[in-house]
């Protein structure tokens, strides 16, 4: 069910952090596009929804040595699961097309054990019914579901989207796969048939989206054997399908926990040949 | 009709021989029960029709003190089918002085448990989703059939006791379906020990499973983590010591003698015995944990811990204040022989195992594990205190009216002057 299986297509992130002015577009995108309800109160940031985060990272060096990094957070859609494998009514699950963990708000009970268990904080909880201000209902997104109190949510890669292009390709009566190499099969949507609307929101072009798997894809050559990639929380065996790119390497290191004495983790030992 | 006007309006309805205390007494008492009743309803009422925003929890803390409250009485209702399992299977005949207010503790803790549920799951109508689209790779869906099925056998082992009451074991039937309930009860004690065996430990495994919580996850044996096997240790080890405490509370409010010395000492022996056997390995684990979990993570010992809240100072009062202090009084005859130092013990033992269930739910969540993230706290709002308060009123209540109407305390008339009172 939520087996770490090498799909076809794995639809991921590589996200650089040296691009990365910590604008907030994606958060703003992603709320926008997701239906994502304003909260009342705002003041407490443990209660707001945003399934994408901008994470501020610092170096902690006095000035003038003092940097500053941001770094953008949304569902890490880990390849090994820790929230899919706990949820007791299977409301969460990794699809074998493409890669998405998804979240089904009509069968989530609301125990909140994925939240417990996602170590990233990716996962929102409904804690009163949604409330758009008059007016602003008119502008939600029409394929995406506005959630009840009560269930969890998350980022879902915008997978509305995904449907939509292959829903295109489908009426125009293609196939939604085509042959890759070595027997694999990548999607029929061109690169930029499906985009997450947190990188096409973003300014820089700091987010790239695509199939990690899908050698004609740009994520395919911004995560393979390049020295500044990383993931977060790498050790912990997540598989995760975002990717961040960073040619400093304090905030590489800041991407896992180290002891004192390791020394930080190179791309090359800690990314898989083959995703 | 030859009434007695000296004795209490319901005093017909005592058990056999026995003496209560007046009935206005009783109203009186009962109305303050209802008050918290009545108090955790209405956070019960806000809950259900505004949401769980009304609590203090939040998205870093998904879990709080509606489940650290849940754990902490189910491990102690384990005094049930633990005592259920050494009085009916291993046949260890004096613990039926005290195995019929072992399995109403235990129906208690596990209803009330389940109620607390009710508020807790933020879609509470979809409960039954836990049967129907269950996932068995989950932990928690375990816990879900397990908690459900056991209550079912708390019931069962329930109902023999509340017909027996005095006029109601007066029918016939309800003598006989008693009397035949009795006779199966070396059944439903085995089942209850299965059940209860599993359950305990999937609550404990469904921490230790949480592969991305460095705090909480542990190695194990097969699909089981350390942590159920721990569980399942613990819960044996507090749940007689906790039966002792309640009867000992019981005969304070009272002024009676319902259970004899020799019998709680019994049940602290076996609480001390068990504590024994799971502090054991619960050192290992934790050296398993700091020594191996922790670096293999890329985090230290004091990455565990932070400030006061969340300070060493829990993990000492868990393994030595709490854990090695009442494990050596409790196994000490000497100590047992003192009442003071006995209860004392019980109550650190049961101290030990409910700062055990808070840690590996709150501080699992407080520690950050992204190391740009922060350490975030947790304090339990008004809302939550109430409801868990209504549990225990509940307990109370259900206590109550046990004690005056049923016959709980097969010893009570024995230790209270022998003779049976003529009514």
Known sequence: ?275 | MNVNYNLPLDAELFPEGCERCSFSQFLLWLAVVGLVLLWGLYAAFLVLSTGLGVTALDDYFGFGLWITFDLAVIALGAGAFFTGLLRYILNIDPLKNIINLAVIIGFICYSGAMLILVLDIGQPLRAWFGYWHANVHSMLTEVIFCITCYCIVLIIEYVPLILEQKQLNKNPLLHHIAHNLHVTMPLFAGIGAFLSTFHQGSLGGMYGVLFGRPYAFRDGFFIWPWTFFLFVLSAVASGPAFTVLIATLMEKMTGKKLVSYEIKSLMGKIAGTMLLVYLVFKFLDTGAWIWSIAPRSGLDFDSFFHGWIYGKWLLFSELILCGLLPCFMLLSSSMRSNPALFYLAALLDCTGIVINRYVLTVQTLAAPVMPFDRWVTYSPNWVEWAASAFVLAYGALLLSLSYRYLPVFPQEIRLNGGQAKKL
């Not at chain 1, 040595?65 to 957070?73: A, F, G, I, T």
Request: hydrophobic fraction near 35%; charge should be positive; charged fraction near 25%.
């Open chain 1, 1 to 275: 069910m939520s087996a770490n299986k090498d799909f076809n297509v794995r639809w991921g992130m590589a996200i650089d952090l040296d691009k990365c002015t910590g604008c907030g577009a994606c958060m703003v995108a992603c709320q926008a596009e997701n239906n994502l309800a304003p909260v009342a109160d705002a003041s407490n940031k443990l209660r707001v929804m945003n399934w994408l985060v901008v994470f501020e990272l610092s170096n902690k060096k006095p000035f003038p040595d003092h940097e500053l990094v941001y770094l953008p957070r949304p569902c890490q859609q880990c390849g090994e699961q820790p929230c899919a494998t706990v949820c007791p009514v299977i409301a969460t699950e990794r699809n074998e097309d493409g890669g998405i963990v998804s979240q089904i708000y009509p069968r989530c009970i609301g125990c909140r054990y994925c939240m417990a268990a996602c170590p990233y904080h990716a996962r929102y909880f409904n804690w009163f019914d949604p409330i758009w201000p008059k007016g602003m209902e008119k502008a939600l997104t029409p394929d995406v579901s506005v959630r009840p109190r009560g269930v969890v949510e998350k980022c879902s890669f915008c997978h509305h989207r995904y449907m939509a292009a292959k829903d295109k390709i489908r009426v125009g009566g293609g196939s939604v796969y085509v042959p890759g190499e070595k027997g694999r099969k990548h999607s029929a949507i061109p690169e930029d048939g499906y985009v997450t609307s947190c990188a096409e929101a973003c300014p820089n072009g700091a987010i790239v989206f695509g199939d990690l798997n899908n050698p004609a894809h740009k994520v395919y050559r911004l995560t393979r054997g390049n020295a500044h990639a990383f993931r977060l929380l790498e050790r912990l065996g997540t598989d995760t399908a975002v990717y961040y790119l960073s040619s400093r390497e304090w905030v590489r290191r800041l991407g896992d926990n180290y002891l004192q004495d390791e020394e930080t983790q190179k791309p090359k030992r800690i990314l898989p040949n083959k995703h």
